[in-house]
């Protein structure tokens, strides 16, 4: 259970601001990659358990990205995951607006993750698909989007909110007036 947010978000706007200014260079290729793997997951992880615990408003846990998808061809399996370009139709692109706890469910239960640089070696986005998707979609999620998610959720300090107990789940529930 998350008790103070500022431990948990002060790390997200961190993240976010290295992730922009990350650059992939042979020589610190392995070390980069590493690390904008550990920022995505723990960062997204965060995210997640801000949004379990009503640490965030009602404005930002309704975010939604436009996010690109290529279908999937071939099964995917953990020794290929990383051959996407050979496992999904990479030429078709399709699009859909999906929620913030979605997009952090596709990187923490991720099975298809690979990184997508510029050509100066800046991330471009993340191709990304959970364990459930990855017989059908991979994502791909521009580097913007992260971003958003990072810092919005990372400077976002509710002063009130309303809750109920739902009536079915006996859960407390968000509502807004």
């Avoid at 260079?25 to 980069?32: F, G, L, S, V």
């Avoid at 904008?36 to 965030?56: H, P, Q």
């Avoid at 929620?99 to 099975?111: A, G, K, P």
Wanted: charged share 30%; aromatic share 14%.
């Amino acid at each position: 259970m998350i008790q103070e947010s500022r431990y948990w978000k002060v790390p997200l706007v961190r993240a976010a601001k290295w992730l922009e200014r990350a650059r992939v260079e042979d020589e610190t290729a392995e070390r980069i990659l590493a690390r904008i793997e550990r920022e995505l997951f723990i960062g997204f992880y965060a995210i997640r358990k801000l949004l379990d615990t009503f640490k965030v408003s009602p404005n930002t846990r309704n975010m939604s990205f436009l996010l690109s998808w290529s279908p999937c061809v071939k099964m995917v399996d953990y020794m290929n995951a990383y051959r996407i370009d050979e496992f999904f139709d990479l030429n078709i692109v399709q699009s859909e607006e999906r929620d913030l706890e979605f997009l952090c469910n596709q990187f923490i239960h991720s099975y298809v993750f690979a990184p997508a640089q510029n050509e100066d070696g800046s991330l471009a986005g993340i191709y990304v698909s959970s364990d459930r998707a990855r017989s059908s979609k991979l994502y791909f999620v521009e580097l913007s989007h992260v971003l958003s998610a990072f810092r919005t959720v990372g400077k976002d300090y509710p002063t009130s909110q309303h809750m109920r107990r739902n009536e079915k789940t006996h859960q407390w529930e968000e509502f807004v007036e």
